[in-house]
């Protein structure tokens, strides 16, 4: 059991944290196809469009982890996290740029608002990912934020791709995946930071590991939705209208 095993060091925990990459879903078939420039123009507005849920929650979920946390310092830290989503007086935030993705993409935003085209599988991903926060001590919450270790490789290679794969996306369209390269890095400096200082025993670094892994089969599971949805069609997965 690993509660008999030795605590791993912190570099030795946070290597272990690291190989969990494989399973991000970068490596999904639907994002393969993205990264390829083999998606068609509805997959991309549907990946947008469902995408936005999860943005939308990012900021109920920081809220959530936030009210679990005793710890000021933290709170300080945490809460520039939901700055960078709902924005401040002189800059709209993270989730405006993704509204303005999706008109980069020939989306309305009223329609990406609306929620009219969030699938039913990422709708319940997403709620599972936001409600976990919410019931989870805060450390393990802030643990299940660390795929974004994996991310900026994500947003470096849309950067790189999008304009020539997909050239009737608006370029402005683009801002969130810059603006997140910059705020990913600071973030997981800190969360790992508060992970590694956590989890500090064998059967705790485990769990950190089970909790990371939670949240990459969230992230896996929502492609899975849009992979039925918007590559093979499947009904009643898709939700035309």
Request: aromatic share 12%.
């Amino acid at each position: 059991m690993s509660g008999q095993h030795a605590a791993w060091t912190p570099a030795q925990f946070e290597q272990a944290l690291r190989a969990l990459g494989s399973r991000y879903h970068i490596h999904h078939p639907f994002q393969v196809m993205m990264g390829e420039g083999k998606l068609s123009k509805k997959a991309i507005q549907g990946w947008v469009a469902n995408r936005f849920y999860y943005q939308l929650n990012i900021p109920h979920k920081d809220a959530y982890l936030m009210a679990n946390c005793p710890d000021r310092a933290v709170r300080r830290r945490w809460i520039q996290r939901i700055i960078d989503h709902d924005g401040r007086e002189g800059d709209e935030g993270g989730i405006e740029c993704w509204i303005r993705m999706a008109v980069a993409c020939g989306l309305t935003r009223e329609e990406v608002v609306s929620l009219e085209h969030v699938l039913p599988g990422v709708r319940f991903a997403v709620d599972a990912y936001r409600n976990f926060v919410r019931d989870a001590e805060w450390h393990e919450g802030i643990c299940s934020s660390l795929t974004e270790l994996f991310a900026p490789t994500a947003h470096r290679q849309r950067l790189a791709t999008w304009p020539e794969q997909y050239p009737w996306i608006e370029p402005q369209g683009l801002e969130y995946f810059r603006n997140r390269l910059a705020e990913a890095h600071r973030d997981v400096e800190h969360g790992l930071a508060v992970t590694l200082a956590h989890f500090t025993t064998r059967a705790l670094q485990d769990r950190a590991l089970e909790i990371l892994q939670f949240k990459l089969d969230v992230l896996w599971s929502i492609l899975d939705a849009m992979h039925l949805a918007y590559v093979l069609a499947m009904p009643p997965y898709f939700n035309e209208r």
